[in-house]
């Protein structure tokens, strides 16, 4: 049975006085709900504060992008042992903004994805076609090649850490979500993939996420389809109300 698993991504939004806050609030909310995984990413600066505020809580902590290289220097870069420090669960590798506005590739995705792993951290692979790519067709060629490419030489025992986050990029913050029959085909096109990979057995204890425009009254009928695990929440993560009721939406 796959546990369903909501992360908040924050994005370059937030204060860290704003960030403990937020965190306060859903601490209170979201006491009651552990048959749901609840993870918050906030931006670094906040990771430390918000990790205290929820250290006994059953919200876990994720950040939004890390380096690969242990130390060093890297002007400007994360490492995994400084997010492990700061109480970090979960890492988010490869979002499309990442893939679109800082170079990140399938390389750069996989060399994170194994340090990430190697440190016992978990990450979140994200992976998904733009428009202009699912108009031409080529949403599930563009899909194969992010996670081919990206968990490249991952073992089997590894993987099981992974959570994939399927992120059409059409659907990111537009507020035009993907209907969940296309969901469920390019999840289902995605647990192919992994048995391929791996084997059936595997793959059928990965979880895959869902992102792009998910809301309290869309996230029901997405989780109902059989190979959505879950979702990973942008714009309505930034509000106590909207992401507690994702989360209470998926019980
Ligand atoms: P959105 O973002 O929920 O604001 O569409 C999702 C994401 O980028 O992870």
């Given at each position: 049975?796959?546990?369903?698993?909501?992360?908040?991504?924050?994005?370059?939004?937030?204060?860290?006085?704003?960030?403990?806050?937020?965190?306060?609030?859903?601490?209170?909310?979201?006491?009651?709900?552990?048959?749901?995984?609840?993870?918050?990413?906030?931006?670094?600066?906040?990771?430390?504060?918000?990790?205290?505020?929820?250290?006994?809580?059953?919200?876990?902590?994720?950040?939004?992008?890390?380096?690969?290289?242990?130390?060093?220097?890297?002007?400007?870069?994360?490492?995994?042992?400084?997010?492990?420090?700061?109480?970090?669960?979960?890492?988010?590798?490869?979002?499309?903004?990442?893939?679109?506005?800082?170079?990140?590739?399938?390389?750069?995705?996989?060399?994170?994805?194994?340090?990430?792993?190697?440190?016992?951290?978990?990450?979140?692979?994200?992976?998904g076609e733009n428009?202009?790519e699912r108009?031409?067709?080529r949403a599930?060629?563009i899909v194969?090649?992010?996670?081919?490419?990206?968990?490249?030489?991952?073992?089997?025992?590894?993987?099981?850490?992974?959570?994939?986050?399927?992120?059409p990029v059409w659907?990111?913050?537009?507020?035009?979500?993907?209907?969940?029959?296309?969901?469920?085909?390019?999840?289902?096109?995605?647990?192919?993939?992994?048995?391929?990979?791996?084997?059936?057995?595997?793959?059928?204890?990965?979880?895959?996420?869902?992102?792009?425009?998910?809301?309290?009254?869309?996230?029901?009928?997405?989780?109902?389809?059989?190979?959505?695990?879950?979702?990973?929440?942008?714009?309505?993560?930034?509000?106590?109300?909207?992401?507690?009721?994702?989360?209470?939406?998926?019980?």
């Amino acid at each position: 049975m796959r546990k369903i698993i909501i992360a908040g991504n924050w994005k370059m939004n937030k204060t860290i006085p704003e960030s403990i806050e937020l965190a306060n609030l859903l601490k209170r909310s979201l006491y009651d709900t552990s048959e749901v995984e609840i993870v918050i990413c906030p931006p670094f600066t906040s990771l430390s504060d918000v990790g205290e505020v929820i250290m006994d809580s059953n919200i876990k902590l994720g950040a939004q992008d890390v380096h690969w290289e242990k130390e060093g220097a890297f002007t400007g870069e994360v490492s995994c042992a400084m997010l492990k420090s700061a109480g970090c669960v979960y890492v988010i590798i490869g979002h499309s903004e990442r893939r679109q506005y800082f170079t990140e590739t399938n390389g750069t995705v996989n060399k994170k994805a194994k340090a990430v792993l190697k440190e016992g951290l978990r990450p979140i692979v994200c992976v998904g076609e733009n428009l202009e790519e699912r108009k031409k067709g080529r949403a599930f060629e563009i899909v194969k090649d992010h996670i081919v490419n990206s968990l490249s030489g991952i073992p089997n025992e590894d993987m099981l850490k992974v959570t994939i986050a399927y992120e059409p990029v059409w659907a990111i913050g537009t507020g035009v979500n993907a209907t969940k029959d296309e969901a469920e085909e390019m999840h289902k096109y995605i647990r192919g993939l992994l048995t391929e990979m791996y084997d059936k057995e595997l793959a059928g204890e990965v979880r895959i996420q869902y992102g792009g425009s998910v809301k309290p009254d869309n996230i029901r009928e997405l989780i109902s389809e059989p190979d959505v695990d879950g979702a990973l929440v942008g714009g309505a993560s930034l509000k106590a109300d909207s992401f507690t009721d994702i989360v209470k939406n998926c019980l």
